[in-house]
């Protein structure tokens, strides 16, 4: 895959895996002793380093171990992740969250996003081309250690009043074919380690988009099959309304 070796995506899978669970820097010692790579701890060093090299891994600010980066997880979405099928109950008890409000648009988009933030523990927010916007689960978002800085948290919410940042989630579904929206940057000090899930939905006269907001390390294997069907069931509202 790409170019990397079946040894450097293992341990990238590792890193992944624990920076998920932990939000912390990893270390190859850690990797050692939780999982079984079959390679000394030098070696996994040396992997790490390279994995550095190829832009996979990028260095801590506050200890010797390393974060993925957007290019890592990236990777891992496209070739490694697992998505997790959403049962039927799961969808019809989205369904029934919101399919009362289907013949109003401001109240089906306020009721989906807080429907999508109850399910997926994040921040749910959704944007139409006509400059509406709808947030629910701040508490969620802060509930994460990416958030705890007041000064961070204070500069992502501020872009968040803007409409600059809504119209750049439309736009930027123009640029690619996929039907869901990753959004990660590297380098921006306000999104170090923060990321968003979109899906576009469509109807007549209106396109938006709705997702989630929070940390880079979200469990992707469920937020993505999520987004995708509250994505799927609004444009199939809207455009039968």
Not at 131 to 156: M, P, R
Request: glycine content about 6%; proline content about 3%.
């Amino acid at each position: 895959m790409e170019d990397l070796t079946p040894r450097q995506i293992e341990i990238l899978k590792a890193i992944i895996t624990e920076y998920t669970e932990t939000g912390e820097a990893v270390g190859s010692d850690i990797l050692d002793k939780k999982f079984n790579l079959g390679v000394s701890p030098a070696t996994i060093r040396n992997e790490m380093v390279e994995l550095a090299k190829k832009n996979y891994l990028k260095k801590s600010y506050f200890s010797s171990g390393r974060l993925p980066t957007s290019q890592a997880f990236r990777f891992y979405i496209s070739n490694l992740m697992n998505e997790k099928e959403l049962s039927t109950a799961e969808e019809v008890a989205y369904k029934s969250a919101i399919w009362d409000f289907r013949s109003e648009l401001h109240q089906l988009l306020q009721h989906a996003t807080q429907s999508l933030a109850h399910k997926t523990g994040m921040l749910a927010v959704a944007t139409t081309s006509k400059g509406d916007v709808y947030y629910f689960g701040v508490k969620n978002a802060l509930s994460n250690k990416e958030f705890w800085d007041i000064d961070h948290a204070q500069s992502i919410f501020e872009r968040f009043d803007g409409l600059t940042y809504w119209t750049q989630i439309l736009e930027e579904f123009k640029k690619f074919e996929d039907e869901i929206l990753f959004m990660f940057a590297d380098d921006e000090p306000i999104w170090d380690n923060i990321a968003s899930v979109f899906g576009e939905f469509e109807g007549p006269g209106l396109k938006g988009a709705i997702g989630v907001i929070g940390p880079r390390r979200m469990r992707y294997e469920v937020i993505v099959p999520t987004v995708r069907y509250c994505t799927n069931l609004i444009e199939d509202i809207v455009q039968k309304s």
